[in-house]
């Protein structure tokens, strides 16, 4: 839980110019989704080829380092594992292996390695998402994008908000569990010991502490902002104005074209 939570907040916006942070975040947003959703239909390596050749022009315009990247994947690569776990002895088709009720099929391992890809492509595209977009842009770019939707301003706003705070204290909370975790290792508490039970009961000496202390910041935040007479979205405006410029066009053409070429390739 905590090398997740740890990957995650090395994963926050890295203030750096290029022309993918200079993009509107509504684009990005938009983009990147419409990305996401295609991979679920991709059904061939050559589709996932044109995504990852296009996921490499992005990294690359946008400056940034793919081993920086490749920290937030270590950190989940048990989810990973578990996803393409389930397929590899799920998936029915000719038996490669076959151990007791375990056996391996050619389309589970094919579908095994299809949904690493995704999985990857998915932790990807989001590192993008939110390493080139500011917290407070990325609020402004969903709240747009909800209202344009006919969702309520006073519900759009809320969502947005609880969003950026929720980004906001993802590294705080990482930084908590591992002083708790250091605090409950001076006091004899073993984590690495063998037997699901005692990993649980060492886990839970983390977690019960952390929650105590998340509500209390909770509190903390929540009387913070109504002694400043923080009242959602009546009345609030905003200092920049969201704008759609000629490079923002392009990114979306390219995008869904890339999008729609994955999928029929």
Known sequence: MINILKGISSNLFVTIESPIHSLDPRTKI???ISLIGSIFFIDNLWGYIGIFLYLVVMITIAKLSIVYMLKWIKSIWFLIFIGAFFQLF???GKIIFEIGIFRITDNGVLMAFYISLRLIIVIFLAAILTLTTSPIKLTNGLE????????PPRIAHEFSMTITIA???????????ERIMKSQMARGVKFEEKGLIKRIKALLSIIIPLFYNSFRRAEELATAMEARCYRGYEGRTQYHELKYRKSDFIFYSVSFIVAFISIIS
């Open 30 to 32: 938009v983009s990147l």
């Open 144 to 151: 747009k994008l909800l209202n344009s939707l006919f969702i």
């Open 167 to 177: 980004l906001r204290f993802i590294p705080t909370i990482a930084e908590e569990a």
């Open 90 to 92: 799920t998936a029915q």
